[in-house]
């Protein structure tokens, strides 16, 4: 499993605290230590439809066969990866609260992150303000996109379903039903958006800065 403190894989044995039972069947806390050495961190789930007597025995391989339910109750967040730290600060909190709130509210979780690219679209691609599906359709026919953040772009429209509801796209926090994979694919736009206008460009300037140290020391012409 992946270590949600540091996001690196790991294999650690399971350590099964028994809870009680309540209608939904047994319950209990499944517990690991992350045993990166730079992380160390306790990680806890809670766990609905564990057979006690047999899970016992199963927890001493680290199997969670049987669960109904399994929730992630420490650390609080999220399976994502960290916000790349070239992400404006505005933008990455709208991102992580999405993330945040994801497991618990999808419809929560899209109309932050519809926010959160709403703001993308109008202070760092320059669309004039208007309603999202605008927005996006404005960025689109900008031609400054690759193919696949168009067609990722895309998807989200049809998420919102701003053509059936077209009213509904004119408020970003409007509360739209929508499917939690749909709330994630909303994420996963918002992190290719991220590494596009704000993680690649960082990088590729300070690759040319150290060419053009090099380049200069060499005596030679530095690049524009
Ligand atoms: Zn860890």
Redesign the pocket.
Known sequence: MK?P????E?HADVIWTHLGEDADGEMGIEQYL?P?PD???MIFYLVWGVSWSSSRLRGMTGMTTDVKKRFLVYPKGSNRPPVPPQVPQNFAEDYMEACVVLPDSSKASAALSRRCLQSILRDVANVTPGNLANEIQQVIGSKTLPTHLVKALDMVREIGNFAAHPTKSEKTGEIIPVEPQEAEWNLDVLESLFGFYFVQPEILKSKKDTLNKKLKEAGKKEMK
């Open positions: 270590c403190h540091c996001l690196v790991f992350c990166n992380c160390k961190k």
